[in-house]
């Protein structure tokens, strides 16, 4: 089993700054990828960024540019930096690792981009 526990939303204005962060801990051997996804009220949760157990990373089309996706691997932790939010940034974002073909997910952290 794999915990995760999200942390770092909040509200923020459109153009500023947020950095989320996920902590994973349990069996997290073999953990092939993590990952954050978003979904918006109503919809289906969306891809936002991967990064993989050898550090390769990819960025759904909306963010690339403008959102940043790393890890610590001494503090198994990864990052989602994100800059220049957009309004339709606000979402709830969720934390995913991938480990033998088993989905694990967070709890969610809101993320609220308003002037």
């Known amino acids: 089993q794999v915990q995760l526990v999200e942390s770092g939303g909040g509200l923020v204005q459109p153009g500023g700054s947020l950095e989320l962060a996920c902590a994973a801990s349990?069996?997290?051997?073999?953990?092939?990828?993590m990952r954050w996804f978003r979904q918006y009220p109503g919809k289906q949760r969306e891809l936002v960024a991967s990064?993989?157990?050898?550090?390769?990373?990819g960025n759904g089309d909306s963010v690339t540019g403008r959102f940043t996706i790393s890890r610590d691997n001494s503090k198994n932790t990864i990052y989602l930096q994100m800059n220049d939010l957009k309004p339709e940034d606000t979402a709830v974002y969720y934390c995913?690792?991938?480990?033998?073909?088993?989905?694990?997910w967070g709890q969610g952290t809101q993320v609220t981009v308003s002037s």
């Open positions: 349990g069996s997290i051997s073999r953990i092939t990828f």
């Open positions: 990064i993989s157990e050898y550090g390769g990373t």
């Open positions: 995913n690792a991938v480990q033998s073909l088993t989905n694990y």
